[in-house]
């Protein structure tokens, strides 16, 4: 008689090590350094240097790629890229290429020289934040096709994961290498080692495949272009939009990090301005505060099981407000390393796990036929607050104090509570992966055959 091989059991342990979850990871690493070498480094460099903190706050301006990346996502999904599409897959192909880009825009970047050159160094910014928000339309798709809906929970825990990692070596690292109580490299020899942090999601890659989208190419005609416009710019939109409270949706994920954004914002300045030190920061905001995001990416996942995605929102919302205040008690007490601490911990922990559950939440609503250009359009959304509402920032610092700003800040998490709240009287947050997202057998194969076609 013939013997069976019989299959380990997939625990939840084992589910995290699988190649997707961890390939996730490595893409996680590569999708998160860019942003907080554009913004939290980039602001912590400008105190150092004294660049007054209203010219900082502005600078936030900076992330406004990040706010309308959905208008060139169809591209990503329509658009094969001659030669290296048919050897690397359409995803990979882009992938590539960008990350190419981006690792050289940060070493311009790095390079130039805010002090006396400022309008050279927000050219570059603005270069950098395009190319780094092109690579997340990448990277948010080709995870999504790569990832099966058993593995949904699970990969975008390890994504969270890799996505603080990337802000680790990017914040602290970066800040050691700059830093003369660290490496003493200096900024320009910093940023250029930073960027060599695209190889991670270029090495995941290899191993995941080209993924399952690849674009329709019918020729350079008039049917073809307006084929490419119905079905790669048009349809993904009417898709959304056609769901029942899709503006409720975009309303709750444009506000609910509001408070958390505008705050974590103006962290760095606060900071340097309280007079903690280099070691300080990177100890405490930085080290303290990408364990407490790795452990709460990682539980994330088993909660969303246990308690739904509607109690972990309300709950984590509600105790990132908290986390306001204690930072406001930081600044009202001048220069406290523990209450620093405990403040940079809570709000950390509880921020990863609103944000596995919130990018759970928007992977399962976006359709797989069009999955670039509607999780485009959602982070879009989510993009807006940290971008339009932090720009003055710095202004609201200065007015208030820093005390009374990060009070400002916590009553900023009160819209998307409220917005939450309607959604679940109204039915629109399910409680697990995929729940949220249209019929893929009635909606998304039906869409997938008419606009792309399977890479493998």
């Not at 903690?276 to 452990?295: Q, R, Y």
Request: aromatic residues 12%; hydrophobic residues 55%.
């Amino acid at each position: 008689m013939a013997l069976t091989a019989r299959k380990a059991p997939r625990t939840p342990l084992r589910a995290y090590l699988e190649p997707a979850p961890l390939g996730a990871f490595l893409l996680g690493i590569s999708s998160g350094f860019p942003l907080t070498l554009l913004l939290s480094t980039m602001s912590y460099w400008l105190s150092k240097i004294g660049i007054d903190k209203r010219t900082i706050g502005f600078a936030f301006a900076l992330g406004t790629p990040y706010t309308l990346k959905f208008l060139w996502a169809p591209l990503i999904d329509g658009i094969a890229l001659p030669i290296l599409a048919p050897l690397l897959g359409q995803r990979r192909a882009w992938l590539w290429l960008v990350q190419g880009c981006l690792a050289i825009a940060l070493i311009r970047l790095g390079s130039s020289d805010p002090l006396n050159h400022i309008a050279v160094f927000a050219l570059w910014g603005v270069i950098v934040s395009f190319l780094s928000a092109t690579q997340d339309i990448v990277i948010d798709a080709y995870r999504i096709e790569t990832l099966t809906d058993a593995q949904l929970a699970q990969g975008t825990a390890t994504n969270q994961v890799g996505y603080r990692t990337g802000n680790l070596l990017a914040g602290a690292g970066t800040i050691w290498l700059a830093s003369t109580e660290g490496a003493g490299l200096g900024w320009p020899s910093a940023y250029a080692i930073s960027a060599l942090l695209v190889l991670p999601g270029m090495i995941a890659s290899l191993w995941l495949g080209p993924g399952r989208h690849t674009a329709v190419r019918e020729g350079f005609s008039l049917a073809a272009f307006g084929h490419f416009l119905q079905h790669s710019v048009v349809a993904p939109f009417v898709d959304f939009f056609q769901r029942p409270g899709a503006w409720l949706i975009l309303l709750f994920v444009m506000t609910y990090k509001l408070g958390d954004a505008v705050g974590q914002n103006m962290l760095s300045p606060m900071v340097v301005a309280q007079g903690f030190s280099d070691t300080d920061f990177i100890a405490v905001n930085k080290l303290v505060g990408f364990w407490c995001l790795v452990i709460g990416s990682l539980i994330a996942g088993a909660m969303i099981a246990r308690f739904g995605m509607t109690r972990l929102l309300f709950g984590a919302g509600i105790i990132m407000m908290g986390a306001n205040l204690l930072f406001a008690s930081v600044a009202a007490t001048g220069h406290s390393v523990v209450l620093l601490t405990l403040a940079v911990a809570t709000e950390n922990l509880f921020a990863a796990i609103s944000l596995t559950v919130f990018a759970t939440y928007l992977a399962g609503l976006s359709n797989t036929a069009f999955t670039a250009t509607q999780y485009a359009l959602l982070s879009s959304v989510a993009a807006v607050a940290r971008t339009f509402a932090t720009t003055p920032s710095g202004y609201a610092a200065t007015a208030f104090g820093w005390p009374g700003f990060y009070i400002f800040c916590a009553t900023l998490g009160l819209p998307g509570l409220f917005f939450l709240w309607r959604m679940q009287r109204a039915g629109f947050v399910a409680e697990s992966a995929r729940q949220t997202g249209v019929d893929e057998d009635q909606s998304g194969h039906s869409r997938l055959s008419a606009s792309a076609s399977p890479a493998r």
